[in-house]
Protein backbone atom coordinates (compact mmCIF):
# COMPACT_ATOMS: atom_id res chain seq x y z
CA UNK A 1 0.00 0.00 0.00
CA UNK A 2 1.40 3.49 -0.73
CA UNK A 3 2.19 5.56 1.58
CA UNK A 4 -0.66 8.36 2.64
CA UNK A 5 0.41 11.87 1.74
CA UNK A 6 0.26 14.19 4.60
CA UNK A 7 -1.97 16.90 3.32
CA UNK A 8 -5.34 15.00 2.14
CA UNK A 9 -8.02 17.76 0.73
CA UNK A 10 -10.41 14.89 -0.32
CA UNK A 11 -10.99 11.27 -0.52
CA UNK A 12 -13.11 9.66 -3.41
CA UNK A 13 -13.87 5.74 -2.78
CA UNK A 14 -14.74 3.22 -5.30
CA UNK A 15 -17.43 0.34 -6.13
CA UNK A 16 -15.45 -3.08 -4.68
CA UNK A 17 -14.11 -5.59 -7.67
CA UNK A 18 -13.29 -9.25 -6.95
CA UNK A 19 -9.73 -10.37 -6.86
CA UNK A 20 -10.43 -14.10 -6.70
CA UNK A 21 -13.56 -16.06 -4.58
CA UNK A 22 -12.00 -14.97 -1.58
CA UNK A 23 -10.75 -11.43 -2.02
CA UNK A 24 -11.77 -8.23 -3.03
CA UNK A 25 -10.10 -4.59 -4.39
CA UNK A 26 -11.00 -1.32 -3.19
CA UNK A 27 -10.11 2.00 -4.39
CA UNK A 28 -9.43 5.32 -3.30
CA UNK A 29 -8.11 8.50 -4.59
CA UNK A 30 -6.72 11.26 -2.49
CA UNK A 31 -6.99 14.48 -3.65
CA UNK A 32 -8.21 14.20 -7.31
CA UNK A 33 -7.76 16.64 -9.71
CA UNK A 34 -4.86 17.96 -8.03
CA UNK A 35 -1.02 17.82 -9.14
CA UNK A 36 -0.79 15.84 -5.47
CA UNK A 37 -3.62 13.04 -6.55
CA UNK A 38 -2.82 9.71 -5.16
CA UNK A 39 -4.44 6.40 -6.17
CA UNK A 40 -4.65 3.63 -2.77
CA UNK A 41 -5.24 0.07 -3.34
CA UNK A 42 -6.83 -2.25 -0.52
CA UNK A 43 -6.99 -5.91 -1.00
CA UNK A 44 -9.48 -7.10 1.79
CA UNK A 45 -11.02 -11.01 2.99
CA UNK A 46 -14.31 -10.88 0.60
CA UNK A 47 -16.75 -9.26 2.89
CA UNK A 48 -14.91 -9.19 6.47
CA UNK A 49 -11.39 -7.66 7.49
CA UNK A 50 -8.39 -8.31 8.42
CA UNK A 51 -8.26 -9.36 12.29
CA UNK A 52 -7.10 -6.35 14.04
CA UNK A 53 -3.65 -5.63 14.77
CA UNK A 54 -1.71 -3.77 18.03
CA UNK A 55 1.72 -4.14 15.98
CA UNK A 56 2.31 0.03 14.97
CA UNK A 57 4.74 0.13 12.07
CA UNK A 58 4.60 3.18 11.00
CA UNK A 59 4.96 5.68 13.64
CA UNK A 60 6.55 8.70 11.95
CA UNK A 61 3.04 11.00 12.38
CA UNK A 62 3.16 13.60 14.54
CA UNK A 63 0.38 14.11 17.57
CA UNK A 64 -1.94 16.54 15.95
CA UNK A 65 -5.05 18.14 17.87
CA UNK A 66 -5.05 15.25 20.34
CA UNK A 67 -4.46 12.14 18.31
CA UNK A 68 -1.45 11.12 16.00
CA UNK A 69 -2.43 9.08 13.01
CA UNK A 70 -0.28 5.49 12.50
CA UNK A 71 -0.14 2.11 10.79
CA UNK A 72 -0.54 -1.37 11.76
CA UNK A 73 1.08 -4.56 10.91
CA UNK A 74 -2.31 -5.79 9.01
CA UNK A 75 -1.74 -2.61 6.82
CA UNK A 76 -4.47 -0.66 8.21
CA UNK A 77 -4.51 2.60 9.92
CA UNK A 78 -5.22 3.75 13.22
CA UNK A 79 -4.95 6.73 15.72
CA UNK A 80 -3.02 6.39 19.34
CA UNK A 81 -4.46 9.11 21.39
CA UNK A 82 -2.08 11.80 23.26
CA UNK A 83 -3.58 11.29 26.77
CA UNK A 84 -2.57 8.03 27.51
CA UNK A 85 -0.29 7.12 24.54
CA UNK A 86 -2.76 4.75 23.83
CA UNK A 87 -3.69 2.87 20.57
CA UNK A 88 -7.11 2.84 19.96
CA UNK A 89 -9.41 0.10 18.12
CA UNK A 90 -10.64 1.92 15.11
CA UNK A 91 -9.51 1.09 11.76
CA UNK A 92 -9.43 2.27 8.39
CA UNK A 93 -8.05 1.80 4.86
CA UNK A 94 -7.30 5.56 3.98
CA UNK A 95 -7.56 8.59 7.01
CA UNK A 96 -6.55 12.32 7.83
CA UNK A 97 -5.30 13.99 10.97
CA UNK A 98 -8.15 15.60 13.23
CA UNK A 99 -8.55 19.09 12.19
CA UNK A 100 -9.08 21.88 14.27
CA UNK A 101 -13.09 21.13 14.50
CA UNK A 102 -12.18 17.91 15.79
CA UNK A 103 -13.06 15.80 12.50
CA UNK A 104 -10.39 13.74 10.58
CA UNK A 105 -11.58 12.10 7.00
CA UNK A 106 -11.66 8.91 6.51
CA UNK A 107 -12.12 5.54 4.08
CA UNK A 108 -13.20 2.36 4.57
CA UNK A 109 -14.66 -0.71 2.64
CA UNK A 110 -14.89 1.44 -0.27
CA UNK A 111 -16.81 3.94 1.46
CA UNK A 112 -15.56 7.32 3.28
CA UNK A 113 -17.11 9.78 5.50
CA UNK A 114 -16.01 12.12 8.09
CA UNK A 115 -15.64 10.50 12.12
CA UNK A 116 -15.12 12.86 15.33
CA UNK A 117 -13.38 12.43 18.53
CA UNK A 118 -15.35 10.10 19.68
CA UNK A 119 -15.15 7.50 16.48
CA UNK A 120 -18.46 8.17 15.34
CA UNK A 121 -19.42 8.67 11.84
CA UNK A 122 -21.56 10.19 9.55
CA UNK A 123 -23.32 7.54 7.63
CA UNK A 124 -25.75 7.73 4.35
CA UNK A 125 -28.40 8.42 6.75
CA UNK A 126 -26.66 12.07 7.31
CA UNK A 127 -26.50 10.59 11.53
CA UNK A 128 -23.16 10.44 13.62
CA UNK A 129 -23.13 7.03 14.59
CA UNK A 130 -21.52 4.61 16.28
CA UNK A 131 -19.70 1.74 13.62
CA UNK A 132 -21.35 -1.65 14.01
CA UNK A 133 -20.27 -5.30 12.74
CA UNK A 134 -21.69 -4.35 9.33
CA UNK A 135 -19.91 -2.39 6.35
CA UNK A 136 -18.92 0.97 6.74
CA UNK A 137 -22.06 2.83 5.45
CA UNK A 138 -20.82 5.82 4.23
CA UNK A 139 -20.54 8.23 0.94
CA UNK A 140 -18.26 7.94 -2.62
CA UNK A 141 -16.32 11.20 -1.86
CA UNK A 142 -15.70 13.73 0.84
CA UNK A 143 -13.60 16.97 0.93
CA UNK A 144 -12.20 19.04 3.26
CA UNK A 145 -13.67 21.88 4.94
CA UNK A 146 -14.29 24.97 3.29
CA UNK A 147 -12.49 28.37 4.45
CA UNK A 148 -14.41 31.67 5.88
CA UNK A 149 -16.92 32.13 8.54
CA UNK A 150 -19.37 29.22 7.59
CA UNK A 151 -16.79 25.92 6.98
CA UNK A 152 -18.78 23.44 5.08
CA UNK A 153 -17.35 19.73 3.42
CA UNK A 154 -18.76 18.53 -0.23
CA UNK A 155 -20.09 15.10 0.46
CA UNK A 156 -21.39 12.94 -2.55
CA UNK A 157 -23.63 9.95 -1.83
CA UNK A 158 -22.61 6.66 -3.31
CA UNK A 159 -26.00 5.08 -4.65
CA UNK A 160 -26.40 2.36 -6.77
CA UNK A 161 -29.55 3.70 -8.85
CA UNK A 162 -27.30 6.59 -10.93
CA UNK A 163 -29.35 8.95 -8.44
CA UNK A 164 -25.96 10.55 -6.95
CA UNK A 165 -26.02 13.98 -5.04
CA UNK A 166 -24.17 15.98 -3.38
CA UNK A 167 -24.81 17.66 0.39
CA UNK A 168 -23.14 20.07 2.66
CA UNK A 169 -21.77 19.00 6.16
CA UNK A 170 -21.30 21.67 8.93
CA UNK A 171 -19.00 21.95 11.90
CA UNK A 172 -21.98 21.37 13.92
CA UNK A 173 -22.09 18.33 12.86
CA UNK A 174 -24.99 18.23 10.61
CA UNK A 175 -25.95 17.87 6.94
CA UNK A 176 -26.47 21.61 6.42
CA UNK A 177 -29.84 22.93 4.89
CA UNK A 178 -30.47 25.71 2.47
CA UNK A 179 -33.42 28.22 2.58
CA UNK A 180 -34.58 30.19 -0.84
CA UNK A 181 -33.77 33.72 -0.91
CA UNK A 182 -35.18 35.50 -3.98
CA UNK A 183 -34.05 39.63 -2.65
CA UNK A 184 -37.09 40.25 0.13
CA UNK A 185 -38.35 37.14 1.06
CA UNK A 186 -36.64 34.38 3.06
CA UNK A 187 -38.46 31.08 2.41
CA UNK A 188 -38.08 28.63 5.18
CA UNK A 189 -40.87 26.53 3.93
CA UNK A 190 -38.41 25.67 0.57
CA UNK A 191 -35.65 24.82 2.51
CA UNK A 192 -33.30 21.68 0.91
CA UNK A 193 -30.37 19.99 1.46
CA UNK A 194 -29.40 17.77 -1.43
CA UNK A 195 -27.94 19.16 -4.69
CA UNK A 196 -26.80 17.50 -8.25
CA UNK A 197 -23.75 15.00 -8.08
CA UNK A 198 -21.90 17.82 -10.11
CA UNK A 199 -22.18 20.64 -7.50
CA UNK A 200 -19.09 22.48 -6.52
CA UNK A 201 -17.13 22.74 -3.10
CA UNK A 202 -17.30 25.65 -1.26
CA UNK A 203 -14.93 28.82 -2.50
CA UNK A 204 -12.78 30.79 0.35
CA UNK A 205 -15.38 33.50 -0.42
CA UNK A 206 -18.12 31.35 0.92
CA UNK A 207 -20.54 30.74 -2.37
CA UNK A 208 -20.47 27.34 -4.04
CA UNK A 209 -22.51 26.68 -7.79
CA UNK A 210 -25.32 23.69 -7.43
CA UNK A 211 -26.96 22.04 -10.18
CA UNK A 212 -25.14 23.11 -13.14
CA UNK A 213 -25.24 26.10 -12.19
CA UNK A 214 -28.85 26.75 -11.59
CA UNK A 215 -28.05 27.82 -8.14
CA UNK A 216 -25.76 30.01 -6.21
CA UNK A 217 -25.67 28.39 -2.34
CA UNK A 218 -24.20 30.90 0.56
CA UNK A 219 -22.18 28.76 2.94
CA UNK A 220 -24.64 31.29 5.23
CA UNK A 221 -27.32 28.72 4.60
CA UNK A 222 -29.01 30.62 1.73
CA UNK A 223 -29.59 29.33 -1.70
CA UNK A 224 -30.85 31.65 -4.78
CA UNK A 225 -31.77 30.57 -8.50
CA UNK A 226 -29.25 32.36 -10.81
CA UNK A 227 -32.01 34.12 -12.35
CA UNK A 228 -32.89 35.94 -8.89
CA UNK A 229 -29.09 36.46 -7.93
CA UNK A 230 -28.56 38.33 -11.60
CA UNK A 231 -32.59 40.25 -11.26
CA UNK A 232 -31.24 41.28 -7.20
CA UNK A 233 -27.79 42.87 -8.88
CA UNK A 234 -29.19 44.57 -11.92
CA UNK A 235 -32.17 46.31 -9.28
CA UNK A 236 -28.99 47.45 -7.15
CA UNK A 237 -26.96 48.58 -10.15
CA UNK A 238 -24.29 46.05 -9.74
CA UNK A 239 -24.76 44.32 -12.75
CA UNK A 240 -25.99 46.01 -16.17
CA UNK A 241 -29.13 44.96 -17.34
CA UNK A 242 -29.48 43.40 -20.76
CA UNK A 243 -31.04 46.73 -22.36
CA UNK A 244 -28.70 49.12 -20.69
CA UNK A 245 -26.10 46.57 -21.92
CA UNK A 246 -27.21 46.56 -26.14
CA UNK A 247 -27.74 50.13 -25.54
CA UNK A 248 -24.12 50.54 -25.19
CA UNK A 249 -22.79 48.20 -27.50
CA UNK A 250 -25.01 50.21 -29.80
CA UNK A 251 -23.14 53.32 -29.35
CA UNK A 252 -20.40 52.46 -29.14
CA UNK A 253 -21.06 50.79 -32.73
CA UNK A 254 -22.27 53.65 -33.82
CA UNK A 255 -19.42 55.87 -32.98
CA UNK A 256 -17.18 53.50 -35.02
CA UNK A 257 -19.29 53.53 -37.88
CA UNK A 258 -18.97 57.37 -37.09
CA UNK A 259 -15.23 57.17 -37.27
CA UNK A 260 -14.84 55.27 -40.33
CA UNK A 261 -17.03 57.12 -42.68
CA UNK A 262 -15.06 60.09 -41.17
CA UNK A 263 -11.43 58.50 -42.31
CA UNK A 264 -12.98 57.17 -45.32
CA UNK A 265 -14.16 60.76 -46.69
CA UNK A 266 -10.94 62.16 -45.60
CA UNK A 267 -9.16 59.85 -47.33
CA UNK A 268 -11.21 59.97 -50.45
CA UNK A 269 -10.31 63.92 -49.95
CA UNK A 270 -6.77 63.57 -49.94
CA UNK A 271 -6.28 61.81 -52.83
CA UNK A 272 -8.42 64.04 -54.96
CA UNK A 273 -5.90 66.48 -54.25
CA UNK A 274 -3.11 64.42 -56.17
CA UNK A 275 -3.44 65.01 -59.85
CA UNK A 276 -1.44 62.72 -61.39
CA UNK A 277 -1.42 60.28 -58.86
CA UNK A 278 -1.92 56.47 -59.54
CA UNK A 279 -2.22 53.90 -56.87
CA UNK A 280 -3.09 50.28 -56.54
CA UNK A 281 -4.34 49.61 -52.67
CA UNK A 282 -4.44 45.75 -51.56
CA UNK A 283 -7.57 45.09 -49.45
CA UNK A 284 -7.26 43.05 -46.65
CA UNK A 285 -9.72 41.72 -43.87
CA UNK A 286 -10.24 43.87 -40.77
CA UNK A 287 -8.82 41.23 -38.80
CA UNK A 288 -5.62 43.19 -39.23
CA UNK A 289 -6.69 45.88 -37.01
CA UNK A 290 -8.08 43.10 -34.69
CA UNK A 291 -6.65 44.14 -31.61
CA UNK A 292 -6.99 48.17 -32.00
CA UNK A 293 -10.09 47.47 -32.76
CA UNK A 294 -10.98 45.74 -29.42
CA UNK A 295 -9.20 48.20 -27.88
CA UNK A 296 -10.52 51.38 -29.34
CA UNK A 297 -14.59 50.35 -29.21
CA UNK A 298 -14.74 46.53 -27.80
CA UNK A 299 -14.97 43.46 -28.40
CA UNK A 300 -18.50 43.39 -29.35
CA UNK A 301 -18.06 46.12 -32.05
CA UNK A 302 -15.08 43.75 -33.22
CA UNK A 303 -17.30 40.63 -33.97
CA UNK A 304 -20.02 42.99 -35.53
CA UNK A 305 -17.56 44.58 -38.04
CA UNK A 306 -16.86 41.32 -39.50
CA UNK A 307 -20.22 40.71 -40.16
CA UNK A 308 -20.35 44.38 -42.27
CA UNK A 309 -19.70 43.17 -45.97
CA UNK A 310 -18.37 46.68 -46.89
CA UNK A 311 -15.63 47.17 -44.28
CA UNK A 312 -12.29 46.11 -45.77
CA UNK A 313 -9.02 47.56 -44.71
CA UNK A 314 -7.02 49.36 -47.48
CA UNK A 315 -3.14 48.67 -47.90
CA UNK A 316 -0.46 50.80 -49.54
CA UNK A 317 2.45 49.09 -51.14
CA UNK A 318 2.63 47.15 -48.48
CA UNK A 319 3.78 49.75 -46.12
CA UNK A 320 1.40 51.47 -44.66
CA UNK A 321 -0.26 50.11 -42.07
CA UNK A 322 -3.95 48.81 -42.56
CA UNK A 323 -6.85 51.18 -42.53
CA UNK A 324 -10.21 50.68 -42.07
CA UNK A 325 -12.67 51.80 -44.79
CA UNK A 326 -16.46 51.60 -45.35
CA UNK A 327 -15.32 50.03 -49.44
CA UNK A 328 -18.75 51.83 -50.71
CA UNK A 329 -18.34 54.48 -49.81
CA UNK A 330 -14.87 55.04 -50.79
CA UNK A 331 -15.62 54.54 -54.24
CA UNK A 332 -18.84 56.63 -54.19
CA UNK A 333 -17.04 59.86 -52.81
CA UNK A 334 -14.03 59.09 -55.46
CA UNK A 335 -16.64 58.59 -58.02
CA UNK A 336 -18.14 62.04 -56.69
CA UNK A 337 -14.69 63.63 -57.52
CA UNK A 338 -14.45 62.78 -60.84
CA UNK A 339 -11.78 59.48 -59.94
CA UNK A 340 -12.86 56.68 -61.71
CA UNK A 341 -12.28 53.58 -59.53
CA UNK A 342 -13.16 49.73 -59.55
CA UNK A 343 -12.35 46.90 -57.34
CA UNK A 344 -10.58 43.57 -58.50
CA UNK A 345 -12.11 41.04 -57.01
CA UNK A 346 -10.06 38.15 -58.17
CA UNK A 347 -7.07 39.74 -57.20
CA UNK A 348 -8.93 41.62 -54.51
CA UNK A 349 -6.89 44.42 -55.33
CA UNK A 350 -9.02 48.49 -55.78
CA UNK A 351 -7.67 50.77 -58.09
CA UNK A 352 -8.16 54.48 -58.84
CA UNK A 353 -6.55 57.18 -61.19
CA UNK A 354 -6.97 60.63 -60.73
CA UNK A 355 -6.08 61.08 -64.60
CA UNK A 356 -9.73 59.59 -64.91
CA UNK A 357 -6.95 56.70 -66.70
CA UNK A 358 -8.10 53.37 -65.07
CA UNK A 359 -5.40 51.31 -64.38
CA UNK A 360 -5.47 47.92 -65.71
CA UNK A 361 -3.78 45.08 -63.55
CA UNK A 362 -1.36 43.02 -66.46
Same mark, same amino acid.
Given at each position: MKKLPKEIISIKGSVYSFVDKETERY????????DKEVRVNVLLPYYSRPDISFDII??????? @??FKLVQTANMEYAYVKEEG????PFRYDVATDFNEYGYAMVGKDGKVSWIDKNFKYLNSKYEMVNEDSSKFNGFLSVSDFSKGEHPLSKVCSCSYDWNKKTSYFGVDGKIKEFSRY???????SDSIKNFSYYSEDFN???????? @??????LSSGYYLYTKDLIRICEEKGFLDTISSRVEKQEEA?????RDIEEKTINLADNLSQHNNLIAEYGIGSIELKKVK????????VYERALTNGSLVCLIVNEEIPAEIVDLELFQSSLAKRGIPSYIDKEGNVFHYNTNKHVKVKK
Open positions: AYILNEGTDDSRDFV @NGNTLLDGEIIRDDKGYATAN @NDWLILYNKFILISSYGKD
